[in-house]
């Protein structure tokens, strides 16, 4: 026991190191005293394996190899905001929210250039980190986030039992520099930016890989059932208290014109900063108000990022080539004679349809300004006509044309593009099946572009449909496809049969129907036969759905082609139709419950279930409709607060499961 307590001692010394060192900035003992320390540790866990923790100091120095990453639902979904770049925008979003609440206060926290992640812990120990992913699920890359000296792998002080807190993963800009002078010295190519750098880091295989990487984190927003304050500010501040590295640039502010004034100090300092950031993030204090002020089906109403103004750059337009978008769209592509724009080297940036084109004037050899739209997406803002070297230049003329198939294209009146209207266009059909096995749709792993293109190029894939006709037997001989990645492909293939009927629908890929269109399409239209005889006017009559949705999906299931592949689909095992979630009972019928808490042979959805299922409503916040608070262990205690001031009753799971007599 005396050898399990020097590794415990050794353990907690080295993370009490390692908080001050790169959470406080405070150097306690010498690199040479701490180095000893940790090679102590690192000698007696090799030597007693029996005393191996996934949340030991020494799982900084990475070493473990993963072949591929486990993808887990948020708990909390990690949404996208919505974007302003104005000071007028900033202000309209505060009337928005004081529709709402009178008195709001705001925290501005600075949007770092990196990559998003989601951790968990459990009694003080990290067990999970999930990347953003499509923002209801992520990969989990806990191997890779353990090598994060900011991160802590266990807590310390009164921590929450149970809690996620979400950061950024991000390169300090010195730090970046030191890894492509070190690639350069090795004959490598250099990284172009931080922030791909920081992504492409978070998923490698090799977690000693990505150890040597220096890779930062500051975190942001703490989430769960028992937090300890009531404001996002107070959480987060006291979660430096249990091992976190925060900026030390949050602000707390009373009103709008505070959120001002600190985004125009900012946007001054931002090029100072050791780190690259691209806006300020603007959220409401109280964690209450967030609730009532909820969200849109893509972004919280409660928050708003403020980008700060784009940089451009001067450039020559070399020439112009198009894309054919899986639903026919042709998009002009610009491309430039190389430049550097905020770090990233641009050769290509998007021309958008030939209104666009004529618009500006854009002619081939022309000077142009080039800036990242929303600083991803990069796209010419404006023409240098001073420097049109050809004073006799033609106007560009859009082609006639598909660049692929040489059909003739067509322009609608109301519409900016031109389309491609051949059904049998090859980037069609493989955009087609791009989108269908895309992780929002069908989330088939394995199947990449390359690996599309190589099915199609053998015949394999010529449609949506082929996909759950492919045989191993035929693909195993194929190049760049050994036999692992095969039986991942067709493993991915046949787990999506399971894939309910609204995602199938969007997987279609019917034009204009998107994730929120189709499920309300597949709540109305109960199975696919029924939306399929749909008429204009029983479309139009669904919510969200206008003419221009109506006219596309009657144009979609006009064509035999699509038909007889959905028949394919159907005979091969996937879901057209709604199931049917019966009601077992009406006994909790006009009866509103919070669920707060964790329970011990159950989860908070299973819960839910049974009560929706027998007729009850389950809610967020509590009011005075509601009937009880369900608490499990770590339930919140601000609820339980708000029960008593409104007189409603606290009851245990287990006891509330005995009254009705329900079983999970």
């Known amino acids: 026991m005396e050898l399990k307590k020097r590794i415990d001692f050794l353990r907690q010394e080295i993370e009490k190191y390692n908080y001050n060192y790169y959470v406080l900035d405070k150097s306690l003992i010498t690199d040479f005293e701490f180095d000893s320390l940790l090679k102590e540790l690192i000698d007696l866990e090799t030597k007693n394996p029996q005393f191996e923790n996934n949340n030991s100091p020494t799982k900084k120095v990475g070493g473990l190899v993963v072949n591929s990453f486990n993808s887990f639902k948020h708990n909390y979904p990690m949404l996208s905001l919505s ?6 925008e900033l202000i309209d979003f505060d009337k928005r929210v004081k529709k709402v609440i009178k008195e709001p206060e705001y925290v501005c926290e600075l949007k770092y250039d990196g990559v998003s992640i ?3 812990y459990r009694n003080g ?6 990347t953003r992913g499509d923002g209801s699920s992520g990969d989990d890359v806990i191997h890779n986030v353990r090598t994060i000296k900011s991160i802590p792998l266990s807590l310390f002080g009164l921590f929450p039992n149970h809690f996620f807190i979400r950061g950024e993963i991000f390169l300090k800009k010195t730090d970046f520099n030191s890894l492509n002078e070190s690639r350069e010295e090795n004959n490598l190519e250099k990284f172009s930016n ?3 750098t920081a992504s492409g880091s978070i998923k490698m295989q090799n977690s000693r890989e990505v150890a040597k990487r220096n890779l930062s984190c500051y975190l ?11 404001t996002h500010y107070n959480n987060i501040k006291e979660s430096e208290k249990w091992g976190f590295k925060i900026s030390k640039d949050i602000f707390l502010s009373k009103d709008i014109k505070g959120v001002v004034q600190f985004v125009n100090m900012m946007e001054k300092r931002k090029d100072k900063l050791p780190y690259e950031v691209d806006g300020i993030v603007i959220k409401v204090n109280s964690t209450f108000q967030q609730k009532k002020l909820g969200f849109t089906s ?11 103004k784009t940089q451009n750059v001067k450039t020559k337009l070399k020439s112009i080539s198009f894309q054919v978008g899986r639903t026919g769209s042709i998009t002009p592509v610009a491309n430039l004679e190389p430049i550097n724009l905020s770090g990233t080297i641009i050769k290509r940036a998007s021309l958008h349809n030939a209104e666009y084109i004529s618009k500006l004037d854009i002619r081939i050899n022309d000077y142009v300004y080039v800036e990242k739209g929303g600083e991803i997406i990069p796209k010419i803002k404006s023409v240098d006509f001073n420097s049109r070297e050809d004073l006799n230049s033609k106007k560009f003329t859009f082609i006639k044309e598909c660049p692929s198939c ?3 294209l067509n322009k609608e009146k109301e519409e900016a593009n031109h389309y491609c209207l051949n059904e049998f266009c090859p980037p069609k059909i493989k955009g087609s099946i791009e989108h269908f096995i895309s992780r929002k749709a069908m989330n088939i792993d394995g199947i990449g572009s390359e690996t599309i293109e190589l099915l199609y190029e053998k015949g394999f894939l010529t449609k949506i449909s082929d996909l759950y006709y492919l045989e191993k037997d035929k693909l195993i001989v194929l190049d760049r496809l050994g036999e692992k990645s095969v039986e991942n492909i067709l493993y991915g293939i046949e787990k999506s049969k399971e894939i309910a009927y609204e995602r199938v629908l969007f997987a279609l890929g019917i034009r204009f129907v998107g994730e929120t269109v189709a499920k309300k399409i597949a709540k109305k239209f109960k199975n696919i036969n029924v939306l399929a005889s ?3 006017e029983d479309l139009k009559n669904t919510d969200e759905i206008g003419e221009k949705i109506a006219r596309s999906i009657i144009d979609y299931f006009s064509k035999r082609n699509n038909l007889i592949m959905i028949n394919d689909l159907i005979k091969k095992g996937l879901s057209f139709k709604t199931k049917d979630h019966t009601r077992k009972s009406n006994i909790l019928i006009n009866h509103s419950f919070v669920i707060s808490g964790v329970f011990e042979n159950y989860t908070r959805d299973e819960m839910k279930k049974v009560i929706i299922e027998n007729g009850g409503k389950c809610t967020s916040s509590i009011s005075k409709k509601t009937s009880f608070l369900i608490i499990g262990d770590n339930f919140g205690p601000s609820k339980k607060k708000k029960a008593e001031e409104l007189g409603i009753d606290t009851i245990t799971g287990k006891n509330f499961l005995e009254l009705y007599k329900l079983k999970v």
């Open 406 to 408: 040489r059909s003739v």
């Open 194 to 196: 931080a922030r791909n």
């Open 534 to 536: 749909a008429s204009y």
């Open 118 to 120: 989601s951790l968990e």
């Open 298 to 308: 893509k972004f919280p109403r409660w928050a708003i990022a403020y980008k700060f």
């Open 125 to 130: 120990k990290l067990v999970k980190a999930l």
């Open 83 to 88: 974007n302003t770049y104005s000071e007028s």
């Open 220 to 230: 942001y927003s703490v989430l769960g059932e028992s937090l300890p304050h009531e």
